[in-house]
């Protein structure tokens, strides 16, 4: 062992030692009230694996929405590229589907009303009081199915003191950033609290294709909340809140050589020699031709009322939704005429939720029962644009119309310019110049129903031990539809669509174009019960131990990207979990630590992939459903080793395996995963400390926070989709890390500040996994690349 290895052991011996007669000066640490069981309970209290985020750790990280704590939150996952379509995952468990006839394992919830899985589920922090994130099925204690776990996003409530204040934040990327809060009592009973949160960045990378730069944000959101509380034990908020998105969409960086438009990149169908012709992102110019652009544009409504009710307590909660979102992309990365594709995703989607709660607790039990009712009315609209040319080079590379007489090594085309209509003229105003656009596009509706009747109950045993029973009723319907319109173009490309000549009503949709007429609307319910039950005892008032077990549930969908040929729907998902675990607070060390072992079986979880297409047609987006299982360790604690100084840390362990799940390889052959890794790290983990000391007449504070996550665990699948590129151009599927730093002051009362804010402290930038529609039939494949470091200066006023 080094030198070094020595003196730091030594130092951390020498300080674990010293940490009783440290602490015993210093006050407890105050315990965190969470309502994660449907009622308010301290968390060393609640038998559930779980992580809560504070205001301040939001602020700590400078973070907007949930995807800026990636990797804060060890097991939880959530990719924000495009935060109309975000994904979502816990424990590994979790789907990119942004299909609108398909739930999340995963629910998201904002004071107790479920987002949805697409444009209105990751909102941008506005005046948050802090995140509760649950591991594990959640059925029996939220209004919606949560077969993986739940975030629970709680916001502050109007109080009776008036309260002003506000944050700017400008920084690299020509970013300014801004949040404020007005809360004012109108009388003794009548409170109203103003809310508003801007975020917005030029972008961090040039468009070579124009000079625009990509990458950068622009949002904003305001929130309104009215709370009448005529008793210390009833209340009625009234809420509306506004979510607004107008930014570009995310940057599409190419890997495939870069050649002159007109020109075609380097081609192969199997992904292995393709891989071989990879340039390294970091190291070449942005190039996106698409008219990139992604919106959103929501509002909510929400009543919240309270009141006691014949020895219990009432709740309802009655909610309104409605969204709007856009999201165009490119979709090859080369601003190449001769391989130009790109892609929209638009929604119009519309919720309406009510749940009726009553609980009530005396010293034997306390107990929790609730109904549940939600309709969602939702119509999506999916686009495909690309040019003549580009469908030239999908026949020249692949040769989906051989069967036409068109075999692959020819262009499209120049051959059908030369044929006649029916009636045996030629098409008029012959061949078109270079570039001429193609466009098709699938409509998707839905109508979805769900009603629930759910209840939990905690029985004290004894002094020290509670058994905990829960059951939820659950019932779904889905009624879908599949509308794909004839493609449409300019002439003379447009008389050969309406002539028909080789089925040109469609190419990229073809398939689908071909089910929808005879299979337009399919619809399907579904009846489930979820139990739970769970064990705790307390050791000592500092220690509790538990165990668990319950059972995930979510509704089966439909998979709208490709109707199907008898109307057939996806099975549920379920989830069977165990869980068993220890919650401790050692005051004379101020240390807490928190601890559990899980095991879970996920049967049908639904997810997306793009799957080649007989004959050489363009890739295109299905539903798959595989069985999966996983095994693992979820620890984390704090410990306050002085007034000032605060050390903290958490990690999940991950052993994550398909169970039953097959995948058919661009050569055509079947490939078995069972028994393979699904592709989720073993290890997630994040450390950090808060010091904070008087300086300057005020109070100086740093928080210097780190996370890790390890590589990807490669099955025969992601090696096959470049997940886990080794020895080339770039490498995949790598172990990542990142560090934050605020170092912040605030004068004596604290009524103002100044804070210093690095995001990514050492600028490591990573390559996601290359990939698209363009990949398989174009050699045109585009990928990720992470944000750089970001450095920013905050002003803050409370008044």
């Known amino acids: 062992m080094s030198t070094k290895k020595h003196k730091l052991a030594l130092a951390i011996s020498q300080a674990l030692m010293a940490l009783p007669a440290m602490a015993a000066d210093d006050a407890a640490v105050p315990s965190v009230i969470v309502t994660a069981q449907s009622r308010a309970q301290s968390l060393r209290d609640v038998p559930i694996s779980m992580q809560v985020v504070s205001a301040k750790d939001i602020a700590d990280l400078g973070a907007a929405n949930l995807s800026d704590m990636n990797g804060y939150i060890p097991g939880l996952s959530v990719d924000g590229s495009q935060p109309t379509q975000p994904n979502f995952a816990l424990r590994g468990i979790g789907t990119g589907d942004f299909g609108i006839a398909t739930d999340a394992p995963v629910g998201v919830y904002l004071d107790g009303v479920y987002l949805g899985k697409t444009g209105g589920s990751l909102l941008d922090f506005n005046d948050v009081q802090r995140v509760e994130v649950l591991k594990g099925p959640q059925g029996t204690l939220f209004g919606r199915n949560s077969a993986a776990g739940a975030i629970a996003i709680v916001a502050n409530e109007p109080s009776m003191e008036r309260e002003a204040n506000a944050t700017v934040r400008v920084g690299s990327h020509r970013s300014v950033y801004g949040e404020g809060v007005l809360n004012q009592p109108l009388s003794d009973t009548l409170a109203l609290r103003l809310s508003a949160v801007r ?185 495909v644009n690309t040019t003549t040319d580009t469908l030239d080079t999908l026949n020249y590379n692949t040769g989906p119309f051989a069967a036409g007489g068109i075999p692959a090594g020819v262009p499209l085309f120049p051959v059908l310019y030369g044929l006649a209509l029916g009636d045996g003229t030629p098409f008029s105003g012959g061949a078109p110049a270079s570039g001429t656009q193609w466009h098709e596009q699938m409509i998707n509706g839905l109508t979805s129903k769900s009603a629930s009747i759910y209840g939990d109950v905690i029985w004290h045993a004894t002094p020290s031990t509670n058994v905990t029973l829960g059951v939820r009723f659950t019932r779904d319907s889905k009624t879908t539809s599949w509308d794909v319109p004839a493609a449409t173009s300019s002439d003379p490309t447009a008389a050969m669509v309406a002539s028909g000549v080789l089925g040109l009503n469609a190419i990229v949709l073809a398939n689908a174009a071909m089910v929808a007429p005879l299979f337009p609307t399919a619809s399907k319910s579904w009846r489930d019960t ?188 992601i090696i096959r989709q470049w997940g886990c590129l080794r020895g080339g151009a770039f490498e995949t ?66 008044l």
């Open 530 to 717: 979820s139990p739970r039950l769970v064990i705790d005892h307390k050791l000592d008032a500092s220690t509790m131990l538990f165990a668990s077990l319950s059972k995930g549930y979510q509704s089966g969908g439909f998979n709208v990207f490709q109707p199907s040929d008898a109307g057939g729907a996806f099975a549920p998902e379920k989830m069977t979990n165990f869980e068993a675990g220890f919650k401790t607070y050692l005051p004379a060390l101020r240390l807490s630590l928190n601890g559990s072992v899980f095991s879970y079986r996920f049967k049908n979880l639904q997810g997306i992939e793009l799957v080649s297409v007989s004959g050489g047609g363009v890739p295109t987006y299905n539903i798959t459903s595989s069985n999966q299982r996983g095994k693992g360790v979820d620890l984390d604690g704090s410990i306050k080793v002085s007034q000032s100084v605060r050390l903290f840390g958490a990690l999940e362990y991950l052993d994550h395996t398909y169970d039953q799940k097959q995948f058919t390889d661009w050569a055509g052959n079947i490939v078995n995963l069972s028994g393979q890794p699904v592709g989720s790290p073993k290890l997630t983990m994040m450390a950090g400390v808060n010091v904070t000391w008087p300086a300057f007449g005020g109070h100086a504070d740093l928080s210097l926070q780190g996370n890790y996550t390890s590589k990807t665990r490669c099955n025969a699948q």
């Open 199 to 383: 975020n917005r960045s030029d972008g961090w990378a040039t468009n070579a294709y124009n000079g625009e730069k990509m990458g950068g944000e622009g949002a904003w959101g305001t929130r309104m909340s009215l709370k009448w509380a005529p008793s210390s034990q009833t209340k009625a908020i009234l809420s509306w809140e506004h979510q607004d998105i107008d930014q570009t969409a995310r940057p599409a960086f190419g890997v495939s050589p870069q050649v002159a438009s007109g020109e075609l990149p380097p081609f192969d169908p199997d992904p292995a020699v393709l891989a071989r012709t990879f340039v390294n992102p970091l190291h070449t110019t942005l190039r996106n031709d698409a008219p990139a652009r992604e919106t959103l544009s929501l509002n909510g409504v929400t009543l919240r009322f309270e009141t006691p009710l014949a020895g219990a307590t009432f709740a309802s909660t009655t909610s309104w939704r409605k969204f709007r979102s856009y999201n165009r992309q490119d979709n090859d990365g080369t601003a190449n005429i001769a391989t130009y594709l790109d892609t929209a995703n638009a929604e119009r989607n519309t919720t309406w939720q009510q749940e009726f709660k009553l609980s009530s607790k005396n010293d034997l039990l306390d107990w929790v029962a609730g109904v549940s009712l939600f309709r969602a009315k939702v119509t999506q609209i999916s686009d």
């Open 733 to 798: 599927g790598v172990a990542t890390e990142r560090a934050d730093l605020k170092l912040g002051w605030m004068n004596a009362d604290r009524r103002y500040g100044v804070a210093l804010l690095v995001n990514n402290l050492f600028n490591k930038r990573y390559i996601g996994t290359p990939g698209g529609q363009t990949s398989s039939i174009l050699g045109t494949p585009y990928a990720s690349i992470s944000a750089p470091r970001y450095i920013g200066l905050a002003l803050s006023a409370n």
